[in-house]
Each structure stands twice: as C-alpha cells, then as structure tokens.
C-alpha cells in the first residue's frame, strides 16, 4: 500500500453496512420515511434527516447546536432479495466534502512541490516547503479531528435504520 491509498482510505474510507427488514419494499420506505425528522424538527431534538426512496436512501444525524460536515451520512439503497428486503449501504463523509477535502490537500502538494522546486535556486528559502508539508499536515488532523467528533453517529444511525425496520415486541 503506498502512501496516497493510504491517506485516502484514512480519510474518505466508508463502512459498508446492511439492514434486513421485517416489511415489503413499499413499507420499508414508509417506516423509514415516517421515522426520520425533518429538518425543522432537528433544530429542538435529535433525529436523523435525509432522503428516503425505493432507489436511494440518504440519511445524518443531527444534533441540535452541533456543526460538523465531517460527519459521517448513511448512503444506501433497498434491494429486494429472496429473504426479504435489505436496505444496503455505507457510512460516508458527504461527496462535497471529500471534494473540499481533495482540493486543500492537492493545493498543499502543489505547494509543497513548487516550493521545493523555487528552494533549490534559493538555498535561504529552504524552509518554505516545509509551510505546504505543514498545511498538508494540519489538514489530516483537522479532518482525522472532526471524524473523531463524529465517531458514534455510524452506531447511532444504525440503530436508528434497525428500529425502523424491525418488528418491535413490547
């Protein structure tokens, strides 16, 4: 594994993950979509909002007063199969963040790249490249940071799919 498969996968890596349903497909995407809140409803409580449709299924915590795009999203689909209904997907930073994500760090290594290169005709700026390996740096642990911030909402959001897609006995 080299240095780049690395990073990304510490970065923009995903959990795969999978949630049998007790119902058809139409009652799945009823109970699924009756239990999600909107997102006027997070501003007072915790709850998961989203999409939720018989071909995608998009789904993030919220926690009122806590910012953090970061955060991990349940992207997924229904699949009908020969036991059931399974709502199949994975747990993932939203697509535009990892392009926010992707673009910093690219600039950084460009930096970094262009910095080395003008420090080689200027010995006195040999310090320079050290400036985008630092922002480069920064911008992992930033990123590593906020990941941590968020590092229950995959367990929260799937027990929340599980409720909604189990027969509770009471």
Partial sequence: MNIISGIARILYGSLPAEFASAY??????ARLNAARGSALSAIARESATGTVGTSRVVLKR???LVRNSFKPY????FEPR?????????????????????VW????VLWTVLAASAAIDQPKQWFVPFIGAGMFALGVAFVRLCQWF????????ADFIRRALTRQTV
């Fill in 24 to 29: 058809s497909l139409d009652e799945s995407v």
């Fill in 105 to 108: 760090l690219g600039f950084c």
């Fill in 150 to 157: 968020s590092r229950r909402d995959p367990i929260w959001l």
């Fill in 82 to 102: 020969a036991a059931g209904v399974v709502l199949v997907g994975r747990f993932t930073m939203h697509w535009s963040v990892k392009l926010f994500v992707t």
């Fill in 62 to 64: 919220v926690i009122p």
């Fill in 74 to 77: 349940f992207v997924g689909a």
